[in-house]
């Protein structure tokens, strides 16, 4: 079968260089969006009587058709045809015969590709914010549970007050917000109609824009025949969203790790969502944990090879660009996968409650509401500060802990010390009493958790 384009060509392509230059084993994905784009095209070219109505319509039943072999799995694709675009012609001209050969009118595969991807791109947004939506749901049900559940909070993986367990997801669920915005900030860009911009300069065609936007549900049509061949900030935009969702899920995954390795305690993963070794029988390993975490790495190469290849292109299209789609797919498959199995393996995760509450009660985590209740007695909290600096130096050297040292210990250090010290010091003390705004008090953290069920119940 001869090619699309082989009119001005003497010579067959090299079979490396049909190898070499074809899409169609990666950009098949985009059939249906193709094909779509396709349909709205033929429609609009009978509306604007550059087609007739009647060749139209052919076009259209003939494109459905090809639609229903492909997803039976009755069409083949091949290399020769170069990509999904001229695959999806080809199958079509075999169906309907030379009327085919039409739909290309007022068209290239450059602003086909562009109308393509942008499809994509936001077919997939709204995917990804409902796996979110749904992690999002999965933490919410898990603070609800462990709002008294008292566990270190660390700076430096030093262990530095006490928060709770579920001030700790909630803090999670506010990334996943935030990558919720990002992803509709960038579905926005994306929402745009390129079709008509042609090859880059347009088309004499008199092509109606925005039937064909109003068609495949676009908000807008783009302006600049040349950006909108050229453009694929959406796709860098969106692999950067999906690079700091797996940077978050990545955190939390080294969060888990450490959390059930022997040394903390503080949760023990479900056997379905652990692994054994080959050769050591005692070992349960947080293997699918560690995957995302690896994973995050491929989505941060997916963008970087995205802005590398594009830094350098000259307006408009160059081919080049049809190295974005590895990436692009790679991004899509790696971050919804990881999305689908975090959620169930924390919901299944058992919580050692008691091996929080003991590690929050150590390495002096009551420190500074020490040095606060000082301040209350009239101290400057810097002196406080200094006082109990020297406290606990005492305390390692005597090797006790704050709420166990003596009334006599404590007045050696300041006279301002009372029997009312004990309960201040105290770690579930400590935990309710900073109720401020966005605080890790349970009674807080439970009205930031019925907020935010209230609003995403809102949205549904
Ligand atoms: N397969 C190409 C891509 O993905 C489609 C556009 C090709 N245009 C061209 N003039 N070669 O970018």
Not at 81 to 89: S, W
Not at 295 to 307: E, I, P, W, Y
Not at 422 to 429: E, K, L, N, P
Request: proline content about 3%; charged content about 25%.
């Amino acid at each position: 079968m001869s090619k699309l384009w082989s009119g001005r060509f003497q010579k067959k392509t090299s079979h490396l260089v049909d190898d070499f230059h074809s899409s169609i084993s990666f950009d098949k994905r985009l059939y249906k969006y193709d094909i779509q784009g396709s349909i709205a095209h033929a429609k609009m070219l009978g509306k604007t009587e550059i087609l007739t109505a009647g060749e139209a319509e052919k076009i259209v039943n003939g494109l459905r058709e090809v639609l229903d072999d492909i997803e039976a799995g009755k069409a083949e694709f091949s290399v020769q045809a170069e990509d999904i675009h001229m695959n999806v012609e080809q199958l079509l001209t075999e169906k309907i015969g030379p009327l085919g050969k039409k739909l290309h009118t007022g068209r290239s595969r450059n602003d086909q590709v562009a109308l393509d991807m942008r499809m994509y791109v936001k077919a997939e947004i709204t995917e990804v914010v409902s796996l979110l939506r749904q992690l999002q749901e999965t933490l919410l049900d898990l603070a609800e549970d462990n709002t008294e559940t008292v566990m270190p909070g660390y700076t430096h993986l030093q262990r530095a007050q006490p928060v709770t367990l579920a001030h700790h997801l909630t803090a999670y669920f506010m990334m996943f917000d935030r990558d919720v915005e990002r992803l509709r900030d960038c579905y926005r860009r994306a929402d745009v109609m390129p079709l008509g911009a042609g090859a880059l300069a347009g088309t004499t065609f008199p092509l109606d824009r925005h039937f064909v936007a109003e068609e495949l549900g676009f908000r807008a049509v783009t302006e600049n025949s040349l950006d909108s061949v050229s453009d694929r900030d959406f796709v860098v935009e969106f692999t950067s969203a999906a690079a700091v969702i797996m940077m978050h899920l990545s955190r939390f995954c080294e969060e888990i790790i450490l959390w059930s390795s022997a040394e903390f305690g503080f949760v023990e993963l479900d056997d379905s969502y652990s692994t054994g070794s080959s050769m050591m029988p005692q070992k349960k390993n947080p293997d699918v944990a560690e995957l995302v975490r690896g994973k995050s790495g491929r989505v941060f190469g997916s963008l970087q090879s995205l802005l590398a290849m594009l830094k350098g292109l000259p307006l408009a299209y160059n081919k080049d660009m049809q190295e974005d789609k590895e990436p692009l797919f790679d991004a899509v498959d790696t971050v919804k996968k990881c999305l689908m199995v975090f959620g169930p393996m924390i919901s299944t995760m058992q919580v050692r409650n008691a091996a929080l509450k003991k590690a929050a009660g150590g390495g002096f985590t009551n420190a500074t509401d020490l040095a606060d209740y000082l301040v209350k007695k009239g101290l400057p909290f810097r002196e406080a500060h200094e006082v109990v600096g020297k406290i606990v130096w005492y305390c390692m050297e005597h090797k006790k802990d704050l709420e166990h040292l003596s009334m006599e210990e404590y007045r050696e250090f300041s006279p301002a010390v009372n029997e009312d010290v004990y309960t201040f010091i105290a770690t579930d003390r400590c935990v309710a009493a900073r109720n401020i705004y966005g605080g890790p008090a349970p009674e807080t953290v439970r009205q930031v958790i019925t907020r935010h069920r209230e609003r995403l119940q809102q949205e549904k």
